[in-house]
Antibody, heavy 117, light 108 residues
Framework: EVQLVESGGGLVQRGGSLRLSCAAS????????MSWVRQAPGKGLEWVSV???????YYADSVKGRFTISRDNSKNTLYLQMNSLRAEDTAVYYC???????????WGQGTMVTVSS | SSELTQDPAVSVALGQTVRITCQGD??????ASWYQQKSGQAPVLVIY???NRPSGIPDRFSGSSSGNTASLTITGAQAEDEADYYC???????????FGGGTKLTVL
């Protein structure tokens, strides 16, 4: 079965750090565009970051310099290291994959990150 | 980066046809993808590329594009189609992704 399962969310203080994980099954993370997308409570979807199959990474301006996307091919897992967290980073974080940059055909169930001030 | 604009809310009578639109400069260069998100659930891809449906998506969902506007059409809306719908595409750089603000679809 093709699926993504996120973990690592939780409550963290402003300025703190958190690492999210996304375990893939049924396909290899190194073969697809892998992205993180977040959704603040009651708000819309916001793209956060992508890692290409070749390893190139890109970030939304709102997280650039604070977040780092990576993957471990041996574990078939995607990560998002989040540093210097702010209240506005509070959201459900989804990992997603696609055969193109902007068509996400597989989504995880999401993991909630709450940044307390 | 560029923005994608969607109407916040749209309603449709059961069995009728509804069009949800998405406007943005990047749509002149890139196709939009469309996602359905029901309350408390992860988004689901319903349309991508010129007008492609992933496996399992009913053929009442279709996509089109003209100029800076992409559209998602539901022909014969069903009660289970009530959800939030989001468009996305690449931004003008081609390396970032942008989402529209979402449209809440109510089926009357």
């Amino acid at each position: 079965e093709v699926q993504l399962v996120e973990s690592g969310g939780g409550l963290v203080q402003r300025g703190g750090s958190l690492r999210l994980s996304c375990a893939a099954s049924g396909f290899t993370v190194s073969s697809k565009y892998m992205s993180w997308v977040r959704q603040a409570p009651g708000k819309g979807l916001e793209w956060v970051s992508v890692i290409y199959s070749g390893g190139v990474t890109y970030y939304a301006d709102s997280v650039k310099g604070r977040f780092t996307i990576s993957r471990d091919n041996s574990k078939n897992t995607l990560y998002l290291q989040m540093n210097s967290l702010r209240a506005e980073d509070t959201a459900v974080y989804y990992c997603s994959s696609g055969w193109s940059l902007d068509a996400f055909d597989i989504w995880g169930q999401g993991t909630m990150v709450t940044v307390s001030s | 980066s560029s923005e994608l604009t969607q109407d916040p809310a749209v309603s449709v009578a059961l069995g009728q046809t509804v069009r949800i639109t998405c406007q943005g400069d990047s749509l002149r260069s890139y196709y939009a993808s469309w996602y359905q998100q029901k309350s408390g659930q992860a988004p689901v891809l319903v349309i991508y590329g010129k007008n492609n449906r992933p496996s399992g998506i009913p053929d009442r969902f279709s996509g089109s594009s003209s100029g800076n506007t992409a559209s998602l059409t539901i022909t014969g809306a069903q009660a289970e189609d009530e959800a939030d719908y989001y468009c996305n595409s690449r931004d003008s750089s081609g390396n970032h992704v942008v989402f529209g603000g979402g449209t809440k679809l109510t089926v009357l």
